[in-house]
């Protein structure tokens, strides 16, 4: 006893921390986490592993050999004699459970395929515009999936602007996107620039020498890409597409937006099905065997993808053999031709994946059915009316997300200290813990802390504390499940700072008689100042648009946020639009902010 | 088998003028040194024989095509790099069987080549391993081995022995040369290094800003060197400042700033013309009363002598340090500058003298380098 | 210094807010004024908890209101936020709030008779005794209003609830759609499902609520099966879902026929009265014969915690002022009390006041409420299988019926015939009473009868096609449908997937080529 009282008293910082934060993610991950996991094996007390068979044996769930029928079609063409011709290019519904791996590889390989090009296009190639071009590939990100669809289907939605005033008119001809397609479509378009920035990073952290040895050695400029530096790119490559596979398979907000304007295939995904299908009955809470089992499918394969990513980032070392660099890297210069096809290249990748932020900008200041379009600021008035507009969801969702942000500040920050500079047993543990929470799925957890605090079969904790039972009072809940999920981007930031500083530091402070908390206090929180409000910016942007537990754990206007309301009303596009606009302006200014400070991490933004 | 030939290379990076006229030739099997200090210009020259940067004026010719613009795979020269630049991702095999590969050699034979060179730098076994599993020196030779068993046209080396520890550099300078000799490769090599130059090379090309300052056998440009610049940059040396006070035929008298006399009877054509070119430097400056000159010693050429009295410098001790085969001492001359002398006879004698003790430093003729405006006196 | 600034400046917002936070999040979600700044210390003497599943706008309003008058001052309630609010959003939370003490909770308002009804056969209500708030209640309100049950009376005669407000059942019109389609204004459902209000396959002209998704629009399809019959029920369903496009929730129901996607859409009263404020072309209908009123109910908790608050707020809620609150045009319902309407607040409303007029002379049908309850959760999933997942099925299949039938490509026996097999259900409905419980309670269960329900369904869509295809023979002649109109045209299977090959395969292409 008398040995861990010493123990402690020689780092009390550090000793109180580490068990403060285990707890709070056990309490708050962990647990919820394994209590997703009881209910997907347990009904009614007993052990239920029938379940599990049954959703393989239905259709609705598992159809891995659609039947091509009216409502199971690639593209669909409906032509009646006079009026309008109907065009929908679909995708086959395989299954709740199928749709969602397929939609999730699908968005993968097209953010892949589009993310690559550009990030070789930018890291290889010399052209002018480069540094303006850069700055506009970031734009993609800006606007929360949940926007995103609304702004696609402001103008490519089956009323959208697009149809109404150009392909009806002119064509005679609807054209619409739905099912795997649209939201494939739609998160491809958001979701290339996250793979984009990561590969680019890891390109330009390429040793150049590498590709110059290869050149020297005969090789024309396609082989040396080919055999050098793309698996030298490999881990930027890998975790981008392992993050974006996670991301698109958790998405809630992409499928919601479809679903609701009539769309039944994009409904048939396991986000919405959990939401969908959340409880077993109106008169109780105990949630749904299905939902569970098909949300720990999703826990299953997030943690999968996570300890991908891990071990691909520690491969990361690879490029780190050989030191030093020999000079910049050998770009190829472009001619007058190649100017003219890599400025068509990225017009119309920009144009196409900033369709969302058009259309939601203009059908948010324009007036509807007006043609040519006028404009009109009146969805914008309605923004920060308490009484009639949105204000009430603003202001939630400041409130909740500024919360969170704080708590997550200064609990990443120690953690992140304590983690990154102490050694104990159990430290792979606990840095894990801190950042496994991006991989999580949103509704996972939802699932979780109903099962765990607002249960009514029996004892739930939220008997006890009434302010967590989400069933009572989802804020407090809510605000938690923001810090836990949003927690790995400040830390990351935490770890980069610390990375950058040199232990000496902090060694001859030490030596000076500085405790361990004042070392903090006073030499490292201000070395690594900007780190932490850059990443505390991201935490803060992030959760500002975050969808998945929103929706799950509100159901009153009084507690609504921005997203949550936006998932109520979703046929009133124009003003959703302008909250939208709202968000996305926010982001853009924190995104400009982070970096400033960041200097652009690719891994802080993206939190691996 | 080619030479090289380097006509008045010009290199620009954006405005700045990084090689302002090299001319250079590499004789046939010959080790040419660009030797220099950081940001000399010597690495740019290197990389322009590669083909990895295109000159803005001059041309590069290997034997009798002109390679200036040929793209840098077309040129067949095999390049060692400083950091190694192995592939981590590809086997040693892999690795050194590359540049095989791209020229279409069927894989028996690549094979059979690759074996053969790595059992030349002493690697044989070695051969599954991937470049995280060997040393620094395992490494570097392996890039060797990469470069020479294309059996290059030409093999450029960039400061490739930077990045190893002392030891490691003594015995690889040596298996290079070695290797290159035997096989009988034209070599260009590039470093800041001038013990390594000194002991690697046939040729050296002292390069300063851009320009040449001397090119000659190690001999040469150890012990005669053209310019100022090279006889600091080469050898362990002392200058001091001096005023011509008497011009005689046969006889150059100087007085240096510290007050001491100082004379030459060695000088051949104390009156010859300045007939400096830029690009290319020949030294045998005019002298005149009152020319300020730079006078360069080696520390190991001069001695203390009380008994001297021609050319000699007083000064006082500073500090003494013993390093096993020499004592070297450090002194201070009369105009507080400072003065270094190794002295490799009676050290303990030498050691028992204290600090700030005077003492007569004679410096023989011979051991004098005089140079006016950087070039040298002869 | 700048970034010293910056830092400062997000640290003093953060800590701003946070106060605020802190003590809004402590103190639950309270009654606010129209202000949200949440003026009030974690402590404040509460005096009044209401349990509701009504809109924050709603109670804010009644709030404020009730603090300003008589009642409030009698119940020494002076300020709103004396007043704490319970928004539980599940049965089961509504149980827990209405009987555990924690919560201290007086009244429990708003959220239908069916989960009343519920609460009071769990004991989850307290009676209604005192003789001035039952007066204020007997003045406001009668025993049944169009045949519904407005008041709820326990086994031992007591008042356990009553309602408080009004509503019907209906759709909403667009009547610039209807026009811009050629399309009758409707009467009643059976005209919504006719072959009148089909135009192309391509065009839904009516908005459906899923089922499972809307307690609403599950009730309009509830009082169709009783108005109809559970055969008939189901063809007219299948014909509106034929003539139109299913929707995940009444709002996004309502907001169809506002936008002009569709022309009628499924709405519950007040929804209809709020599509009419924000599209004046929309008007709210109740169908002629073919509806009931609910009756919103409120009542007291098992053991209220402040008696005397609570009956002053129900008899405020029930006074004449009270009820014209819910006239306010922000809330737009239907009081139950009719004088609520000779208020000054209530004569600025005559829009309400017709329909209120128009809702209570309406005969409603004989609405079972047990027999709804006894079907209800299996319905609404037998509802969402046979429809909405099938929907294009249903749609293509019912399309190509109107189709040939405006084209006579069959005598009316046989178009019946094919209405009759369209409508077919799998299950009667006295079986489907049977499996109602399990179907709640037993996930596996309720997704294997699912699967059923849908493959049963399109089964039977393919049986219409045949059916549709063959010849009638009448007498001596034979009818048979000209070449069939296909308007729906799947591309290949091979197409389609020749099509994604090549795609795959130039992208590959192009990427190996970039590199």
Sequence with gaps: MKRYMHKFMQDPLSWTIIPIITLFFTVFLILPLSFTMYAAFVHNGELNLSAFGTIFNTKKFWDPFPEINDSNFYIQVIAPGDGITTIRIRGLDYGIFLNTIIIGIATTLVSLTLGLTTAFFMARLEFRGKTILSGLLLIPLVIPPFVSGIGYNALLGPSGLLNERFFIPVFGIRLLFQGIVAIVIVQSLHYFTLIYLNIYSSLMNNDPSLEEAAENMGADRLTVARSVTLPLAMPGIASGSILVLILAMEDLGTPIIFANSGDTVAAKTITFYIMQNFFLGENTSEINQITAI????????????????????????????????????????????????????????????????????????????????????????????????????????????????????????????????????????????????????????????????????????????????????????????????????TVRAVYAGLQQTDEVLEESAINLGASKSRVLWEIIIPLIIMNIIGGALVSLVYNMSEVSTTLILVSDTSNGTITWKMAQETGKIAELAAMGVFLMVLQVISLLVTNVLLKNRADAISGI | ?????????????????????????????????????????????????????????????????????????????????????????????????????????????????????????????????????????????????????????????????????????????????????????????????????????????????????????????????????????????????????????????????????????????????????????????????????????????IFLDEKATENVLTGTIRNLAYMGTMVQVVLNLNDGSKFTVNVSENLNKVMGMGLGSTVKIHLPESACFLFKDNLRVR | MKKITLLSMVIILSLLVQANTVASILDQPSSSTTDPQVDVEPNADIKLVIATRHDSIIYNKFIDEFVKSSYGAAAGITSASQVKIQAPTTYDGFYKVMTNPFFEADIGWGGGPTLFNTLQKDGALGKINDTATLAAINEAVNDTIAGAAMKSYGDDGELYWAANAISSFGFTVNHKELEKRGLPVPRTWEDLASEDFFTSTSEANIGLGNAPDTTSN??????????????????????????????????????????????????????????????????????????????????????????????????????????????????????????????????????????????????????????????????????????????????????????????????????????????????????????????????????????????????????????????????????????????????????????????????????????
């Design chain 1, 294 to 489: 098909l949300g720990a499918f999703l826990l299953l394969f997030a943690l999968i993808g996570f300890y991908a990513i891990r071990k691909y980032v520690s491969l990361k070392q690879y490029s780190m053999v050989s030191k030093g660099r020999s000079g910049k890297f050998r770009t190829v210069k472009l001619g007058k031709i190649g100017h003219v096809l890599i400025y068509v290249y990225f017009t119309v990748l920009l144009l196409v994946s900033t369709i969302p932020h058009w259309g939601v900008i203009i059908i948010s200041s324009t007036k509807p059915q007006v043609w040519p379009l006028e404009f009109s600021s009146e969805n914008y008035n309605k923004l920060f009316d308490f009484e009639n507009g949105f204000g009430q969801f603003i202001y939630n969702t400041i409130v909740y997300s500024f919360t969170a942000t704080v708590l997550i500040v200064i609990l990443a920050t120690l953690a992140g200290y304590v983690a990154n500079r102490k050694k104990f047993w159990g430290q792979t543990l606990f840095d894990t813990l801190v950042t496994i929470p991006i991989a999580i799925p949103g509704v996972v957890l939802g699932i979780g802390y109903f099962r765990m605090f607002g249960n009514s079969e029996g004892f739930s904790i939220g008997d006890l504390f009434f302010t967590l039972n989400p069933i009572v009072a989802p804020s407090v809940l809510l605000v938690i499940s923001y810090t836990i999920r949003k927690f790995p981007f």
């Design chain 2, 1 to 301: 088998m080619v030479e090289l030939k380097i006509e008045d290379l010009h290199i620009f990076y954006d405005d700045f003028h990084a090689v302002r006229g090299i001319n250079l030739t590499v004789n046939d099997g010959e080790i040419l040194t660009l030797l220099g200090p950081s940001g000399c210009g010597k690495t740019t020259i290197l990389r322009s024989i590669a083909g990895f940067i295109t000159p803005r004026k001059g041309r590069i010719l290997l034997g009798e095509k002109d390679i200036t613009h040929v793209p840098a795979r077309l040129r067949d020269s095999g390049m060692i790099f400083q950091n190694y630049a192995l592939w981590p991702h590809m086997t040693i095999e892999e690795n050194v069987t590359y540049g095989l590969k791209m020229r279409k050699v069927p894989k028996e034979e690549r094979h059979r080549k690759a074996m053969a060179i790595l059992s030349q730098v002493q690697l044989e076994g070695q051969a599954d391993k991937t470049p995280g599993q060997l040393s620094g020196g395992q490494q570097q030779r392996v890039a060797l081995a990469r470069a020479l068993v294309i059996e290059p046209t030409i093999l450029l080396c960039d400061e490739p022995l930077s990045n190893l520890d002392f030891q490691l550099r003594v015995e690889l300078r040596t298996e290079i040369r070695h290797l290159t000799k035997k096989l009988g490769v034209t070599t260009v090599y590039v470093t800041h290094d001038q013990s390594e130059a000194l002991a690697i090379s046939d040729t050296i090309a002292v390069i300063n800003a851009g320009l040449i300052e001397q090119v000659g056998t190690p001999l040469e440009v150890f012990n005669d060197p053209d310019t100022l610049f090279v006889a600091n940059f080469v050898g362990e040396n002392n200058q001091i400042e001096g005023q011509v006070t008497k011009l005689e035929k046969g006889l150059v008298e100087v007085k240096t700033e510290g007050g001491d006399t100082l004379t030459y009877t060695n000088l051949q054509d104390p009156f010859m013309e300045d007939t400096a070119e830029e690009g290319d430097r020949k030294s045998a400056p005019k002298l005149a009363v009152g020319d300020k000159v730079s006078i360069v010693t080696r520390y190991d050429k």
């Design chain 3, 218 to 515: 599950t009730r309009v399809y509830q009082i169709i099966f009783q108005k109809y019959g559970w055969e008939r029920g189901w063809q007219i369903i299948n014909g509106m879902a034929g003539n139109g496009q299913i929707y995940r929730g009444s709002v996004e129901t309502r907001q169809s026929v506002i936008s002009g996607e569709t022309a009628v859409a499924m709405t519950i009263d007040f929804y209809g009265l709020i599509a009419q404020s924000e599209n004046p072309d929309t008007e709210y209908i109740v169908p002629e014969n073919a509806s009931i009123v609910n009756g919103d109910p409120m009542a007291l908790a098992a053991n209220p915690a402040h008696p005397v608050a609570a009956n002053e707020f129900m008899k405020f809620a029930f006074s004449k002022e009270g009820q014209a609150l819910w006239l306010d045009t922000k809330i737009n319902r239907l009081p139950v009390r009719p004088d609520a309407f000779d208020t000054p607040l209530g004569q600025t409303r005559p829009d309400i006041k017709s329909l209120y007029d128009k809702t209570l002379s309406n005969q409603g049908i004989q609405f079972n409420e047990t027999l709804s309850s006894s079907i209800e959760e299996a319905m609404r999933y037998l509802w969402e299988a046979s429809i909405t997942d099938v929907h294009e099925s249903l749609r293509a299949t019912w399309g190509r019926i109107m189709n040939s039938w405006k084209k006579d490509a069959f005598t009316v026996n046989r178009y019946n015939e094919l209405i009759e097999a369209m409508g077919k259900p799998p299950i009667s409905m006295e079986d489907i009473a049977k499996i109602n419980d399990q179907i709640i309670s037993d996930p596996e269960f309720r997704t294997q009868k699912i699967a059923e329900w849908s493959a049963f369904a399109l089964e039977k869509f393919d049986g219409v096609d045949e059916l549709r295809t063959q010849p009638e023979v009448i007498g001596n002649t034979t009818i048979s449908v000209s070449s069939v109109e296909n308007t729906v045209q799947n591309v290949p299977f091979l197409t389609s997937v020749s099509f994604m090959a090549i795609a795959t395969i130039g992208i590959i292409r192009r990427k190996r080529n970039k590199l």
